[in-house]
Each structure stands twice: as structure tokens, then as C-alpha cells.
């Protein structure tokens, strides 16, 4: 551990927080239908496309309109980008495909079309030796927006339905999703972008390059539009990489100061979701409230990862390397991390996209020691609370709170109440299935994946015969229930003889299954989350008595900490024990 | 939709909504797709890489390094030196030879694995029989992590300061260059944390070793 490494994650915190306030008041008047600044510039687009898309923006769409709208937009999407995905020759003529590339087989297409879709962006496949640039760019770069837009606007709804006083109204699907692209992600993104590029993140369409080195070998250079995808890819909570080692990749990720941009772009919009929802509520201490409660969660999961990361492993260990500081070196578990990062840019950056659904990676998390590894894990285990997604993040940790005022409610003895709106059956029953379905998803795949020999093909070589192949297993089906991405990514779905596809096969068993769990484990919660929305929008609103319970006080921020700890805990425990944290707590090599 | 609360305008134009037949919906979807498609996965990734190439043309494409007109490598892109003779880079675990930049892949060895294990020993083992001779003195518990353990990408252009200052004996020995200038050329191409706090100083490995023939032939 350095001082650096620590300053880093302080400045970090801070600098988040800066960032996020001005933008979460920005996208509270985005989305109360106020002017902003952008709006003399993007108006005139804005009621173009409305005039195109054939909606009236203004008509307003209770929750199952809505959730019918969202839903009929996300199946016209997945097809579309199946049909990209599986028809890469057919567009060469863009010339965007200069390796002529053939598409992937059916089942990994299955699974990445679905990951794409869902904001998950797991990836079986590796970029660079199975997608053409027209692929990344037509398929896979438009859902990194759209995934995040749809994420946003659920949570957007949900905050309406919490606050609304007039009716069943949860806005306008259409209008919520043009706004989100135009005057939320769009700026940020191609401001993003192009910074990345001025620090030396590639933007091309050349073909690879072939170098002749010094030493007289010949080094083939993957190229691409990587920049524009990776802006969007980080703002959004996507993840995927343009190449198969994602955010470690010299070009996506080139240095020490890309890595705090990126891990900033990761954030900010999570985390000015809930500055937005104070602000909405018209009682900013709500947002601070969870606010406060993430972010102590969060900083604790960096504390434990970079602390058990600095500390090194038993494999190292065993083999008689020093891992501590030394003049000219970070020292630490280097194992599948990279240089300019070193181990607190790794933790840091390791744990933001596990808190939320981004599951980009700047190291290899296999190879992280069993404690550094079980934190990602236990990030997933809260499923996508602590900031979480963009939009899901809100929405998933909207439900824990209603849960935790309904604990309270029970506590003390009276009915609960939450912003002045009392909370029954229907409310309570919708949000404790849509917390409950994702770890459903995520532990019965996992048995499933483990019990049978078609789930045990996916298991590594490196990993077989030891705690860790059950980390791999039990780590690709909670990050693919919580649609987060990252991976122990030795575990395999897709098997390539050679770049380009020809001769490749899916492991179907895990593409179907990983593939199928993305798609319930994002769209029940969605309509769960939307259901309550609709439940909570017709409530009349009653001023809050001298037993009313805060829902903005520190006594709350221990309360919600409390019932999503536990619920994770109570949930996930056994399966950590049985993974990561035999690996942390044992010296023993297998 | 229970009528037990008040209708209020909000309402009264969500139920009419709520009646717009499905069909509205789809064909809203499609256009919106195909537009979105269109405007987000063409024009926006086109605008930027026009911008990229017009304000950023060296970083936009891979920050190119060319020696008499060849093209050598990237800056950013590690390569892998066998020869004694150079500086080398860290350990890669990528297929077809170390340092393949057309498939980067993360070794995904495990903290608790027999097989890491064996993977660091034989780093070490090769370290110290190459740089030992020239660095006497030099033991495992003084190798830098970095020089054994296999980078993320298995393209990391990078190594420790620790490590290059090690393999600067052995590059002085066999180029007969003083040690004070090796060390002189690592400081050059050493960069600094971002920002002056994030990540870690790293030694650019290609430019050091183009330096080296550089100062070697002159």
C-alpha cells in the first residue's frame, strides 16, 4: 500500500461527488420537462425525432403502457442486433470489416445479443478476433446507449410513481428515452471520447497493422474504433471491451490519468441518479441519505480489495517473491494487472464496475487473491445497490428502501409510511420479488452449471481441481444475473480454432443459460420495479405525523445498510464460503 | 386500475394513452431502432473518428513508431526482446507467442494455484540467470513483482522502475555503456503517476531499447 494509493481513492471520492451534485440538479430539470442549458441546440432535434418516431411526447403512459412501450423497443432491439451480429459478411461492402471476418455461430450470439440488450455486456466472445468494426459500431455501440437509456428512464419512472400526486401518470417512454440519448449520455459522451483520444485511445478504421520489430519478429496490431465505443461503454454501465481484455488493453486504457477518467465516467451518472432523486422528491436529504449509505459501502469494498490486493498471494508467496513496497516498485499481487495502474488503479477501478452493472476491467479478477476476489463477488451479492447501474443502480436500491421502511414500519408497530405515502401489501410483495429474482437466477444457474458435465466444460484449465473452479462457475452467473459483466474470464462459452470465426463453436449449455438469465434477471425487476411505480403513482400523500419514520436521517442510513447487507449475506453466504473466501483464508496451493 | 383515488387530468390522458393500440408501439420501435442505429451506431462513430484523425492523427492510430522508414511498433503496445541485449518486457500470457497484439488475453492464473506458482518460479529462475551475472548480489527477494508476474492485456508497454534499474546492468555490460547512462535513458522514458497521484511510474520498454541502439551505434 502506497500513500498514492490512498490519496487515489480519496481524491477519487471527492472529485465523484463534485461531478455528480451539478449533473444529478441538471438531470432533474432534464426530466421535469425544464429547460437546460442545451436546450436552445438540442430542442429542434429533439421534436424532429419525436416527429419521426410518430409519438406524441406528451401523452402521458401509466405503468403497464409504459412497460409495454419499453418492452416492445427492447424486442425490436435484440432483434436487430442479432441479425447485425449474425450477418457480418454481408456488410462488407461498407468496407468495415477489413479482415473479413465471418460471423459467430448461433449460441454465443444468442448470448451476447442478450448481454448487450440488458446493459450486461459479458462477453464469451474476444472483440478483436470475432467482430467486424461494422459489428462494433451499428451493433454493439448502439445498445451501449440504448441499455443505459432504458436503465435510466425505469428509474426516472420509478421516482415519479414514488413522488407523483396527479393520477397513474409515469411520463413518456419515448420522450424519457430521447431525452436520456440526447441531453444525458450524448454530450458526455462525445466530450469523453474525444479527451480519451487527446491521452491515446485509438479512433480508425484501419486495417491491423503489421509491425517488424527490432528484434526482427513481426507483431500484428489490433486497430479500431475503439474511443467512440468506449465512452459510451464506460458512461453507460456497459463494459464490453472492444477488445478481449477490456479496460487493460493499452489502447482502450493507456494511462494512469485515462484510468481516473474512465473510472469517473463509470460513476457519475449512478451516482447523480441519486442527487436527481433528492432533488425530485423535493427533500435533497433523501438523496443524501443514500447517498451516504453507498458510499460508505463502496469505500469499505475498496479498503478490502486494495488492501488484500497490496498484500499479495500464497501463490506468490510460496514461490519466494517479496510483495512489499520496494524503491521503484508498487509491489503487491502484479499477477494480470498492468503497470501504469498499479494496485490501487486496479482495486479501485476493479470494485467501481463491480458496485455497478459496468463489468469493464482494467485486470484480470481470476487472478485476484481470494479476499480481493471475494469482494467483486460481494458487490454482485448486493445486487447492483451500492450506485449500481445507470438507472438500475436507482431503481434496485428504491426497492431496498422500501423494504427497510416496511422493516422500520414493523419495528415501531405502525403502518409504514414513505414520502408521505402509505405502503401495503401490493407495494411490498411486487419489491420483495423484484430483489429476490436476481440472486434466484444467479444461484440456480450456478447449480446448474456445477452439477452438470455440459456447465463443467466451461471450467479452465488453470482453475480445475480446486476452490477456484467453483469461483469461476458461481462468478459468471451472478455477474450475468445482475447483468454487471466482469468475469473470472477463464470460463469459457466460445471456442475459436482461429481468428475470424470459421471452425469456432459456443458451449451451448453456458451461451443459452448465461444468455436466458440476463434477459429475466433485467426485464422481471424492470416490470417489478415499474409495477410498484404504477402502485405508489395513485397514493394520496398524507403529512408526515410525530411517528413517522425518517427516511433521511443517519438512523436510516443504518438501516438500509443493514437490511441490504443482510439480505446479501443471508442469500450468498454459503456460495462464498464455498469459492472466494476458502481461497482467501487458506495458504494451500491446488 | 382502481377508481378508489382521484382522476386527476394526469390520468384521465395516461388511460388514453394506455389505449394506443400495440401496433403503435412496434412500429414506433422499428423507426426507432433503425434511427438510433443510424444516428448512434454510423454518424456518431464516424464524427469521431473524423475529429480524432484531424486533432489527435498520432494517438488516433495506435501512436506508430517507425525506425528508417519501417514501422517498428506502438508506443503504447508492449513487444516481447529474447536477446540479452535488450531491456524486456513483462511476462505475457498471450497466444502464439508472448505479446500478441492481434489476441490479448490475461493469463487467469489463480492466487491459490500450483500452477501460478510454477509459472512465478520459472520467471524468477529465468530473471536471475539472466541478470544475476551482471548484478551481483541480486537474490528473489529483491526481484520486482512486476518482472515475474504476467501483465493484464500480456501487452503492457510498461515495466517497474526496480526492474529496469536491475536489467540496466546487464544492458551496460553487453552495449558497453556506462551504467550512469542507461540509468539516464530509463529516467527519459520513464513516465510519471497521471495526474501526479493515479497509477504508478512505468518505464516505456520499446523506446528505451530504440534509445539503447540508438546510443550504441553512435
Not at chain 1, 446448474?448 to 482453475?463: F, H, L, Q, Y
Not at chain 2, 526496480?162 to 539516464?184: G, K, P
Request: aromatic fraction near 10%; hydrophobic fraction near 45%.
Amino acid at each position: 500500500m502506497t500513500f498514492f494509493g490512498w490519496a487515489t481513492i480519496a481524491i477519487f471520492a471527492l472529485v465523484l461527488t463534485a461531478c455528480a451534485y451539478p449533473l444529478g440538479r441538471y438531470m432533474a430539470r432534464v426530466y421535469g420537462g425544464e429547460g437546460v442549458f442545451l436546450t436552445p441546440l438540442l430542442g429542434r432535434p429533439e421534436a424532429w425525432l419525436y416527429r419521426i418516431f410518430r409519438v406524441d411526447p406528451r401523452a402521458e403512459q401509466d405503468w403497464k403502457a409504459y412497460a409495454r412501450s419499453l418492452i416492445v423497443f427492447s424486442l425490436v432491439g435484440w432483434l436487430l442486433l442479432y441479425v447485425v451480429l449474425r450477418t457480418q459478411t454481408l456488410w462488407e461492402f461498407t468496407g468495415l470489416n477489413p479482415l473479413h471476418y465471418h460471423s459467430a455461430t448461433w449460441d454465443v450470439t444468442f448470448n451476447t445479443t442478450s448481454s448487450f440488450l440488458t446493459n450486461t455486456n459479458w462477453q464469451y466472445y474476444s472483440g478483436e478476433t470475432t467482430m467486424s468494426y461494422f459489428s462494433q459500431m451499428a451493433g454493439l455501440t448502439v445498445q451501449n446507449w440504448l441499455s443505459a437509456g432504458v436503465g435510466i428512464v425505469v428509474a426516472v419512472a420509478l421516482v415519479r410513481g414514488i413522488v407523483g400526486r396527479s393520477g397513474k401518470s409515469l411520463g413518456n417512454f419515448w420522450q424519457d428515452v430521447v431525452r436520456t440519448v440526447l441531453y444525458v449520455l450524448a454530450p458526455i459522451s462525445i466530450v469523453g471520447a474525444l479527451i480519451l483520444v487527446s491521452q491515446g485511445v485509438i479512433d480508425n478504421f484501419s486495417s491491423y497493422l503489421t509491425a517488424h520489430t527490432v528484434t526482427g519478429l513481426t507483431q500484428t496490431i489490433a486497430m479500431g474504433p475503439v474511443a467512440s465505443q468506449e465512452a459510451i461503454k464506460l458512461l453507460g454501465t456497459n463494459g464490453g471491451g472492444f477488445f478481449n481484455v477490456n479496460s487493460a488493453h493499452p489502447f482502450e486504457n493507456p494511462t494512469g490519468f485515462t484510468n481516473f477518467f474512465e473510472m469517473l465516467l463509470v460513476l457519475i451518472i449512478p451516482a447523480a441518479l441519486i442527487f436527481m432523486y433528492g432533488r425530485m422528491t423535493g427533500n435533497r436529504r433523501q438523496g443524501y441519505a443514500i447517498y451516504g449509505a453507498v458510499m460508505l459501502m463502496f469505500l469499505g469494498a475498496v479498503a478490502v480489495a486494495y488492501v488484500a490486493e497490496a498484500h499479495g498471494s500464497p501463490a506468490q508467496h510460496a514461490a519466494g517473491l517479496h510483495t512489499h513496497v520496494i524503491a521503484g516498485s508498487g509491489g503487491g499481487n502484479m499477477e494480470g494487472k498492468e503497470q501504469r495502474f498499479g494496485i490501487a488503479g486496479s482495486a479501485l477501478f476493479d470494485v467501481i464496475t463491480t458496485v455497478t452493472s459496468c463489468g469493464a476491467v482494467n485486470s484480470a479478477i481470476e487472478s485476484y487473491t481470494g479476499i480481493g476476489g471475494a469482494v467483486p463477488m460481494a458487490n454482485l451479492s448486493a445486487s447492483e445497490v451500492i450506485f449500481g447501474g445507470v438507472g438500475t443502480g436507482l431503481y434496485s436500491i428504491l426497492l431496498y428502501v422500501l423494504l427497510a421502511v416496511f422493516i422500520g414500519g414493523l419495528m415501531v408497530g405502525r403502518t409504514p409510511e414513505w414520502l408521505g405515502k402509505k405502503l401495503e401489501v401490493r407495494e411490498i410483495k411486487l419489491a420483495g420479488l423484484g430483489i429476490l429474482i436476481t440472486p434466484l437466477a444467479a444461484l440456480f444457474c450456478t447449480a446448474m452449471a456445477t452439477a452438470t458435465n455440459a456447465g463443467r466444460e466451461s471450467i479452465s484449465k488453470v482453475a480445475a481441481g480446486g476452490p477456484q473452479a467453483f469461483s469461476e462457475t458461481f462468478y459468471a452467473y451472478l455477474s450475468q444475473a445482475n447483468n454487471n459483466g466482469s468475469a473470472f474470464a477463464g470460463y469459457t462459452g466460445y471456442i475459436q480454432p482461429a481468428a475470424g470465426n470459421l471452425g469456432a463453436h459456443g458451449v451451448k449449455l453456458a451461451d443459452v443459460l448465461g444468455g436466458s438469465t440476463m434477459m429475466l434477471a433485467r426485464y422481471a425487476p424492470i416490470l417489478f420495479a415499474l409495477a410498484v411505480a404504477g402502485a405508489l403513482a395513485g397514493k394520496r400523500v398524507s403529512p408526515a405525523g410525530l411517528g413517522t419514520m425518517r427516511t433521511d436521517n443517519p438512523t436510516f442510513v443504518v438501516l438500509l445498510i443493514g437490511v441490504i447487507v443482510i439480505v446479501g449475506a443471508l442469500t450468498f453466504f454459503p456460495a462464498l464460503l464455498l469459492g472466494p473466501i476458502v481461497q482467501g483464508l487458506t495458504g494451500h496451493l491446488y | 386500475m382502481s377508481a378508489e383515488h382521484t382522476m386527476g387530468e394526469a390520468q384521465a390522458r395516461g388511460r388514453r394513452a394506455g389505449r394506443r393500440p400495440l401496433r403503435h408501439d412496434v412500429v414506433t420501435a422499428v423507426i426507432a431502432m433503425l434511427v438510433f442505429t443510424l444516428l448512434l451506431g454510423i454518424v456518431y462513430p464516424l464524427a469521431i473518428e473524423g475529429v480524432s484523425q484531424v486533432a489527435f492523427p498520432g494517438n488516433a492510430n495506435g501512436q506508430p513508431i517507425y525506425r528508417d522508414g519501417t514501422l517498428v511498433g506502438s508506443k503504447i503496445i508492449g513487444q516481447a526482446f529474447e536477446s540479452p541485449r535488450w531491456f524486456h518486457s513483462r511476462p505475457s500470457a498471450t497466444e502464439g507467442g508472448p505479446d500478441n497484439a492481434a489476441a490479448s488475453t490475461f493469463s487467469n492464473l489463480g492466487p491459490n494455484s500450483k500452477l501460478t506458482r510454477e509459472a512465478d518460479e520459472e520467471q524468477i529462475n529465468e530473471y536471475l540467470k539472466l541478470n544475476e551475472p551482471y548484478d551481483k548480489g541480486l537474490t528473489v527477494a529483491k526481484i520486482p513483482v512486476d518482472a515475474v508476474n504476467s501483465s493484464a492485456s500480456g501487452l503492457d508497454p510498461q515495466i517497474s522502475e526496480a526492474n529496469a534499474r536491475i536489467q540496466a546492468h546487464r544492458i551496460a555490460a553487453l552495449r558497453h555503456l556506462s551504467l550512469a547512462r542507461v540509468d539516464s535513458l530509463i529516467a527519459k522514458y520513464t513516465s510519471a503517476r497521471g495526474l501526479g497521484f493515479s497509477g504508478e511510474p512505468g518505464v516505456n520498454v520499446l523506446e528505451l531499447n530504440l534509445a539503447i541502439d540508438r546510443a550504441t551505434t553512435r
